[in-house]
C-alpha cells in the first residue's frame, strides 16, 4: 500500500539520510555546473569545478584537457601548456587540436611547446603492431562483444550482440551456434566455469539499442548454461535499469557483474543480484581477480582502476598520476597476468591494446607499454582471454559501423571480427 508522508516527516528523512552521492550523481552534477559557469564568462570558479571533475576522474586526458581550457580562458598559459603535455605523456591524441579545429585554445597556437605537444600527439598516433591475427571470423554480421576459452574443446565461445547468441569459434575459423539469447536481446559478458561445466552470460537490452525489443530497454538478465549441451539452466533477472556488460568468476564459480550504464557491480547470491560497490564506479567494466578471492579489480571507463573489497564495498584506485604516466581510462577488458595487467581500450584517443606492469602490492603503475594501436586490423577491440602463455583479444567488433542507437551507420560496413595473439613475456 502507499502511504502519503506528511511534509514534516519527509523533511526529517530527507535531512537524516547522510549517504554520500555517487561518483556518478557528482560528476554529472559537476558538469552541469561547469557548462554553466563557462556560459556565464565565470572562469575563475569553472577552473576550480573542473580541477574538481579531474581528481574525480584521476586525471584522465579528457579532464586534463578541460582543464587546460580553463587555465587558458583565465590567461594562465603555462599552466595550460602542462596539462595538455600531460595529456600526450599518457599517449593520448586529439586530432581536432591537430586540425587546429578547436576556439579554446586559439591563444597557444603559436607557442613553441602547443607546437611540440601537436607533434607528440602525432607520435602517439603512429601505428604499432606487435601482435598477430589468427584468424577471422567467417560471418560479419556478428557484432563481438566477450570471449572466453573452452580448453575441452579447444575452441573459444563468443558473444554476439546483433545476433543475440554465443557462437563457438575454432581454431580453424568455423562459428557453430552454442545458444541464443533466452529473450532475444543483445549477447553481452561471458565466463566459462570449467569445473562445473558451466557457461555464465548476459543478456542485455540496451536503453534505446534498436536491435533490442524496446519494451525492454533498460532491462538485463544473468543467464547460466550448460557447457556441454548449450542448453538454459538459469536466468536471474537483474535490477531495472541495469545494463550488465560485464563479468567475473570468484573461484567457486559466483559471477561477479558490472553494470556499465548505472555503474554498479553486482554479486550472485541464491537467486538474486545483490549490489556490493559504494557507488564509487561510473561505469564498471571487466572485473579480474586477484589471487586473495576476495578483491577484484574494477576499471571503471571514466575513472581509471579500482581494487574492490567484495565483502566490505571498500575501494582503492591504481596510480598511474605520479608513478608513471599511462592512460587507464577508456578499459573495456582487463586481465592479470601476475603483477602485469593487459588492457583492451576502446575509450582512448587512439584506442589501443595495452600491457601495464604495477608493483607487487598493485598499488601503482611502474610502467606500460602499446601493444597494438593505429592498425588496419584493430577496428573497435572488444575483449580478451588468456590462454597459456598467450593473450588472444578480438578487434575489428563491428561496434565502429554502428550508432548509438545500434543501427548501421550510413556507408557503414560490417567484416568479419579478427582474433588477435600477442604472445606473453
Known amino acids: 500500500m502507499i502511504r502519503i508522508l506528511s511534509f514534516g516527516l519527509l523533511i526529517t528523512l530527507l535531512l537524516a539520510d547522510n549517504t554520500p552521492p555517487s561518483a556518478k ?33 584521476h586525471h584522465s586526458a579528457g579532464a586534463l584537457e578541460s582543464s587546460a581550457a580553463a587555465y587558458t580562458a583565465l590567461g594562465d598559459t603555462e599552466s595550460a601548456l602542462t596539462s595538455l603535455e600531460r595529456v600526450a605523456a599518457i599517449g593520448e591524441a586529439d586530432d581536432r587540436l591537430r586540425k587546429g579545429d578547436d576556439t579554446e585554445f586559439l591563444a597557444l597556437h603559436s607557442n613553441p611547446r602547443y607546437k611540440a605537444v601537436l607533434e607528440r600527439f602525432a607520435s602517439n598516433e603512429t601505428p604499432v603492431a606487435n601482435a598477430a ?53 543483445p549477447m553481452f559478458a561471458l565466463k566459462i566455469d570449467a569445473k562445473h561445466q558451466r557457461v555464465w552470460a548476459t543478456e542485455v537490452a540496451l536503453d534505446g539499442f534498436i536491435p533490442a525489443p524496446k519494451v525492454a530497454w533498460g532491462r538485463s538478465a544473468l543467464l547460466c548454461y550448460d557447457l556441454r549441451s548449450g542448453h538454459l539452466l538459469r536466468r536471474i533477472e537483474a535490477p531495472n535499469p541495469t545494463a550488465l556488460g560485464d563479468m567475473v568468476l570468484l573461484r567457486n564459480g559466483t559471477p ?23 557507488g564509487d564506479f561510473i561505469s564498471p567494466q571487466t572485473p579480474t581477480l586477484l589471487s586473495d578471492n576476495g578483491h577484484i579489480l574494477v576499471p571503471d571507463y ?124
Not at 256 to 274: M, W
Open 25 to 57: 550523481d557528482r560528476l554529472s552534477d559537476l558538469r552541469k555546473q561547469a557548462r554553466a559557469e563557462r556560459a556565464a564568462g565565470q572562469n575563475e570558479a569553472r577552473l576550480s569545478t573542473v580541477l574538481t571533475i579531474e581528481e574525480l576522474l
Open 133 to 185: 591475427i589468427v584468424l577471422t571470423a567467417s560471418d560479419p554480421g556478428l557484432v563481438t562483444e566477450d570471449i572466453d576459452f573452452d580448453a575441452s574443446t579447444k575452441s573459444f565461445l563468443v558473444t554476439s550482440v546483433l545476433e543475440k547468441k554465443i557462437v563457438r569459434l575454432s581454431r580453424t575459423g568455423s562459428l557453430t551456434d552454442f545458444a541464443t539469447s533466452p529473450s532475444g536481446w
Open 256 to 278: 561477479v557483474v558490472s553494470d556499465g550504464t548505472g555503474g554498479g557491480v553486482y554479486e550472485l547470491k541464491g537467486d538474486q543480484l545483490v549490489r556490493i560497490d559504494r
Open 302 to 425: 571514466l575513472r581509471g582502476i579500482a581494487v574492490l573489497d567484495i565483502n566490505t564495498g571498500d575501494v582503492r584506485w591504481l596510480d598511474s598520476d605520479r608513478s608513471a604516466p599511462v592512460a587507464l581510462n577508456g578499459i573495456d577488458g582487463l586481465y592479470r597476468d601476475g603483477e602485469s595487467l593487459l588492457l583492451t581500450q576502446n575509450g582512448t584517443s587512439p584506442e589501443r591494446i595495452s600491457v601495464i606492469h604495477s608493483d607487487a602490492g598493485l598499488a601503482s603503475v611502474k610502467s606500460g607499454e602499446v601493444i597494438e594501436r593505429g592498425t588496419a586490423t584493430l577496428g573497435d577491440p572488444t575483449h580478451g582471454v588468456i590462454v597459456g602463455r598467450d593473450f588472444y583479444y578480438l578487434t575489428n567488433s563491428g561496434w565502429s559501423e554502428l550508432d548509438d542507437n545500434g543501427s548501421l551507420k550510413s556507408g557503414g560496413n560490417l567484416t568479419g571480427a579478427h582474433l588477435m595473439r600477442f604472445r606473453l613475456r
